[in-house]
């Protein structure tokens, strides 16, 4: 599910205009609650579409089932899948909240891929930031290449530490300071400063004894001079 949800979220970034699955999705965990079969055609006409269509893209990612035909049908979580019915429902909310903020209004010299990758980390989807931002940093020559890794090592860094593995997101992070360390106060429209503060903000609640409970302290990505507002995660 992990990967099928994040080639969902990069192709709505890289084409927000097609995002069409997205909107079928965002649907399905709008009106799923704690069930996890929904009618097709309340499903289809929250998102915009036919109810075929609904189906068909549903079912096209292979996480759920159709039963029934025409407008009485339904579209049903297949069952490998309900243990990770939650997890579906918060990806899916953070990769709309992703297009939202690609869409604000972006300003003249901030790149595409950083606006992109802020846009992805911003919204909550490391994983999802972390493979998006490996295509940019092993394409890239010269001295923006250790820039691009210390901003994959970033988010891999907030994953692992979403998911509760404190020695990953520790080390991820280290490296990612080392590495973003020469490019402060900023670089690429990335706000570096601001951003090492926070990164480093997360160490030292990691070497905390013991560790705090609760949320840990995700990081933020700031561009310099952006109001683009941060949705809640």
């Not at 399905?28 to 289809?44: K, T």
Request: charged fraction near 25%; glycine fraction near 8%.
């Amino acid at each position: 599910m992990k990967h099928t949800l994040a080639a969902i979220a990069l192709e709505a970034i890289d084409r927000p205009d097609r995002a069409r699955l997205l909107d079928a999705l965002v649907a399905y965990a709008q009106r799923s609650g704690s069930r996890y079969g929904v009618a097709v055609a309340p499903l289809a006409r929250a998102a915009g579409m036919a109810p075929g269509e609904a189906r068909r893209r549903l079912t096209g990612t292979g996480l759920f089932e159709a039963a029934g035909d025409g407008d009485a049908g339904r579209i049903t979580l297949a069952a490998p899948f309900r243990p990770f019915a939650a997890y579906l429902r918060r990806q899916t909310d953070r990769t709309a909240a992703a297009v939202r903020l690609l869409g604000a209004p972006r300003r003249a010299g901030i790149p595409e891929e950083i606006w992109r990758a802020a846009a992805l980390f911003n919204a909550g989807l490391f994983f999802e930031c972390h493979e998006y931002l490996e295509g940019v940093w092993r394409s890239t020559p010269g001295p923006e290449r250790a820039f691009y890794h210390g901003l994959v090592q970033a988010a891999a860094g907030c994953y692992h530490l979403e998911k509760g593995n404190t020695h990953g997101a520790r080390t991820l992070i280290q490296k990612a300071v080392a590495k973003l360390e020469p490019y402060a106060p900023a670089y690429r429209e990335v706000a570096v400063a601001a951003f090492l503060a926070e990164l480093r903000r997360v160490l030292t609640w990691l070497d905390r004894v013991p560790l705090p409970r609760g949320k840990p302290p995700l990081p933020t990505l700031d561009l310099v001079g952006s109001a683009r507002p941060k949705p809640r995660r």
